[in-house]
């Protein structure tokens, strides 16, 4: 009642996947086939593990790479991003071991973007510090904390104050 031809190929199949098996594995039918399928169920698994680890793999290399530059890895992947540098991590790290002067052209230009931040970043902390000092000088000067009655719109003591120091600065200049 069964398709014998159709078996035969079946079998033939399993038996060529069976190849190598140790023991039993690879002469018994049965054993044969949970030999095969479970080897298939490695194989998808593993096929999977094997990008993950490649992605480990690259991402230790150019951190090492980096790290010899004076950077840390997670600061170099986020600035290349905010350069707009379309190389992967398997790119750079092939880059870091094999051209080792390009990689250092990038980790150069990765330190540029990192000054340039700071600096904004120093020059935005000063800002709001002049700020935060001129308030405080108008209200110690105007008393504001004092007489509460005194409803003096701090903006525009701000800007007073501003035309001020550009009237002195045009007078000394």
Same mark, same amino acid.
């Given at each position: 009642f069964?398709? %014998? !031809?159709? =078996?035969t190929v079946r079998k033939d199949k399993i038996r060529a996947l069976a190849k190598g098996f140790y023991g039993r594995r690879k002469n018994v039918w049965t054993l044969q086939i949970n030999g095969v399928e479970k080897a298939l169920q490695y194989a998808y698994? &593993?096929?999977?593990? #094997? #990008?993950?680890?490649?992605? #480990? +793999?690259?991402? +230790?290399q150019l951190? %090492?790479?980096?790290l010899e530059h004076g950077i840390s890895y997670s600061r170099f992947i986020s600035h290349l991003a905010n350069l707009k540098v379309l190389l992967n991590r398997k790119? @750079?790290?092939?880059?870091? +071991?094999?051209? !080792?002067?390009?990689?250092?052209?990038?980790?150069? =230009?990765?330190? &540029?973007?990192m000054a340039e931040q700071r600096k904004v970043q120093l020059q935005g902390a000063i800002e709001r510090l002049r700020q935060e000092t %001129?308030?405080? &000088? @108008?209200?110690?000067?105007?008393n504001l904390d004092k007489d509460r009655r005194k409803k003096i719109d701090?903006?525009? @003591?701000l800007l007073e104050r501003e035309r001020e120091i550009i009237q002195k600065a045009q007078k000394g200049g």
């Amino acid at each position: 009642f069964r398709n %014998a !031809p159709a =078996m035969t190929v079946r079998k033939d199949k399993i038996r060529a996947l069976a190849k190598g098996f140790y023991g039993r594995r690879k002469n018994v039918w049965t054993l044969q086939i949970n030999g095969v399928e479970k080897a298939l169920q490695y194989a998808y698994r &593993d096929r999977r593990r #094997k #990008k993950r680890e490649w992605r #480990k +793999q690259w991402i +230790q290399q150019l951190g %090492a790479g980096v790290l010899e530059h004076g950077i840390s890895y997670s600061r170099f992947i986020s600035h290349l991003a905010n350069l707009k540098v379309l190389l992967n991590r398997k790119m @750079l790290a092939e880059l870091a +071991q094999t051209e !080792p002067s390009s990689f250092r052209c990038l980790v150069e =230009m990765v330190r &540029d973007r990192m000054a340039e931040q700071r600096k904004v970043q120093l020059q935005g902390a000063i800002e709001r510090l002049r700020q935060e000092t %001129a308030v405080e &000088d @108008l209200r110690r000067e105007w008393n504001l904390d004092k007489d509460r009655r005194k409803k003096i719109d701090i903006e525009a @003591l701000l800007l007073e104050r501003e035309r001020e120091i550009i009237q002195k600065a045009q007078k000394g200049g």
